[in-house]
């Protein structure tokens, strides 16, 4: 896995959730087998939960909010962007110039390297504003207004948890 698939894998495993660790069998150095995960031996009960193209399907049809596909804006890096992730923004942007606004998230160490390189300016120059260091769900927002926008977010988090009475359609 790369650091962006593994960041990517667990995001669900969200400050608000409950669940205090996780491990992918041949991934994590203590989960090089199931029963290793377990310490040696799998519990009887261990709910085993199979995901497939059926369940994220489903899941989708489940968490979006509208059917338009004309969107007032776009919000990505829930989980914040890593460095790679904002170079390869920069690249598929190329001074392409975006028409409706797109807010793109990383954490301050991200940035700074990014800033540093020239991503940030490339990303800019595109009309994209990058920010650090804070949640998608903390920009200011009319609430009277957004229940009428329609965002697109690449993040089951933002959709999920930012829904309802004074946030737009995901």
């Known amino acids: 896995m790369t650091n962006e698939q593994a960041k990517a894998f667990c995001a669900c495993v969200s400050p608000v959730l409950i669940y205090p660790m996780i491990h992918i069998v ?3 150095p203590e989960a090089r087998t199931v029963q290793e995960a377990f310490g040696g031996q799998i519990p009887d009960k261990v709910e085993k939960i199979p995901i497939g193209i059926r369940e994220v399907s489903e899941l989708f049809n489940s968490i979006h909010q509208t059917d338009k596909t004309e969107i ?3 919000i990505i890096g829930c989980p914040f962007l890593t460095f790679e992730e904002l ?3 920069a690249n598929i942007l190329d001074a392409k110039k975006i028409s409706k606004p797109l807010w793109l998230h990383t954490d301050y160490v991200y940035y700074s390297a990014a800033k540093k390189d020239g991503i940030i300016k490339k990303i800019e120059s595109s009309g994209v504003r ?3 260091s804070v949640c998608p769900g903390m920009v200011d927002r009319d609430r009277n207004a957004a229940p009428k ?3 697109a977010t690449d993040s089951l ?3 999920s ?4 009475i004074g946030w737009p359609k995901w």
Do not use: N
Request: cysteine-free.
């Open 149 to 151: 926008l329609v965002f």
């Open 87 to 89: 170079s390869q923004l």
């Open 26 to 28: 041949g991934i994590t």
């Open 130 to 132: 990058v920010v650090h």
């Open 72 to 74: 007032d804006a776009a």
């Open 157 to 159: 988090k933002v959709a």
């Open 161 to 164: 948890l930012m829904a309802g």
